[in-house]
C-alpha cells in the first residue's frame, strides 16, 4: 500500500463523529505524517472555511495545513475560476464558499449574477431563493456545492443544500451542476495539486453514495469504512465493490 501518494479521507463519518474523533483515524493519520505523507481532507461541507476546517482537525489531534483541505466550497470556486473567466458569481452560502470564491478572485455580485453557486446557508430567506431563481431564468449558469438532501445534527436529521436545490430545481425548471461527492471534482482538483497519478491515489470514507462512488467515478483505488453512513451488507450488495472494506483505519498496515 505504499504506492499510494494522495490519500484522501472524507471528514465527517472518517476522522470523526460530530465533535468526536475517531481514535484509529487519528493515529493512521499520525502513521503517515511520520512516513512523510500528508494526507488530504475532502468534505461536502461548504460552510466552513478552509482555516476553519484546519482549526477542528486540530482540536480532535490532526495537525495540518489549508493546502490540505479540499471542500466542495474551494471546489466550486476553482471550477468557476477554470471554466467560466472573468463571469460574476451570486450565492446563496457561508463564510466558506464566499471565502473560496474571493480568494480566486472571483467577482461577487448580489443580484444577476452571470452564475448562481448554492452551498449550504443557515440564514436562507425567501429572498435569497427568490433572487437566484430569477438570475437563473435570465440564463444565469446554475451550480452547486453539494446535493446532500439530509445531514445529522444533535437533534436528528434536518435539511443539507440539496433541500433547498430541490426547490430552485422545481421553481425555474433547471437542475445545477454539482461540484461536490458523488462528484468527482475534489479529486481531480486534489490530483492538479498533488502531481500524483490515480494509481497513487486512494479515496477513504464510509458513505458509498458520495466517497466511495465519487472514487470509483474518478477511477481510483478506494476504501469503504464501516461504522458511518453506510452499513457493510448495503456496500456488499452494490454492483462496484470498494477496493477495501475495513471496520478501521487500524486495519491498513502502512508498513506492508
Ligand atoms: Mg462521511
Same mark, same amino acid.
Not at 495537525?63 to 471550477?79: P, R
Not at 480566486?104 to 433572487?131: C, P
Given at each position: ?25 487519528? +493515529?493512521?493519520?499520525?502513521? &503517515? ?7 488530504? =481532507? $475532502? ?5 466552513? *472555511? #478552509? ?98 438532501? +439530509?445531514?445529522?445534527?444533535? &437533534? ?7 433541500? =433547498? $436545490? ?5 421553481? *425555474? #425548471? ?83
Amino acid at each position: 500500500m505504499e504506492r499510494y501518494k494522495a490519500i484522501c479521507l472524507d471528514l465527517d463519518g472518517t476522522v470523526y463523529k460530530g465533535s468526536q474523533a475517531i481514535p484509529e483515524s487519528i +493515529a493512521f493519520i499520525r502513521t &503517515l505524517q511520520q512516513s512523510g505523507i500528508e494526507p488530504y =481532507f $475532502i468534505t461536502n461541507n461548504s460552510s466552513r *472555511t #478552509g482555516l476553519e476546517q484546519q482549526q477542528k482537525l486540530k482540536l480532535l489531534g490532526v495537525e495540518t495545513t489549508e493546502k490540505q483541505i479540499m471542500t466542495s466550497a474551494i471546489a466550486s470556486a476553482k471550477y468557476c475560476a477554470q471554466h467560466y473567466v472573468g463571469k460574476s458569481v451570486q450565492m446563496i452560502g457561508e463564510s466558506g464558499l464566499r471565502e473560496a470564491l474571493l480568494n480566486e478572485g472571483i467577482r461577487l455580485v448580489e443580484a444577476d449574477g452571470d452564475i448562481v453557486i448554492m452551498g449550504i446557508d443557515h440564514e436562507i430567506t425567501y429572498n435569497k431563493l427568490a433572487t437566484a431563481c430569477l438570475s437563473i431564468r435570465n440564463g444565469a449558469h446554475f451550480l452547486a456545492t453539494n446535493g446532500d438532501l +439530509a445531514l445529522p445534527n444533535e &437533534l436528528g436529521l434536518v435539511p443539507g443544500n440539496g433541500a =433547498f $436545490i430541490e426547490l430552485v430545481k422545481a421553481s *425555474t #425548471g433547471v437542475a445545477p451542476m454539482i461540484l461536490g461527492k458523488p462528484q468527482s471534482y475534489m479529486l481531480e482538483f486534489i490530483q492538479q495539486q498533488s502531481g500524483a497519478s490515480k494509481q497513487e491515489m486512494i479515496m477513504i470514507g464510509d458513505n458509498y453514495e458520495t466517497d466511495i462512488l465519487s472514487g470509483i467515478r474518478f477511477g481510483i483505488d478506494t476504501i469503504h469504512l464501516q461504522g458511518g453512513v453506510t452499513a457493510l451488507d448495503e456496500v456488499l450488495a452494490k454492483l462496484e465493490h470498494p477496493t477495501y472494506m475495513f471496520k478501521t483505519l487500524a486495519e491498513w498496515n502502512v508498513e506492508s
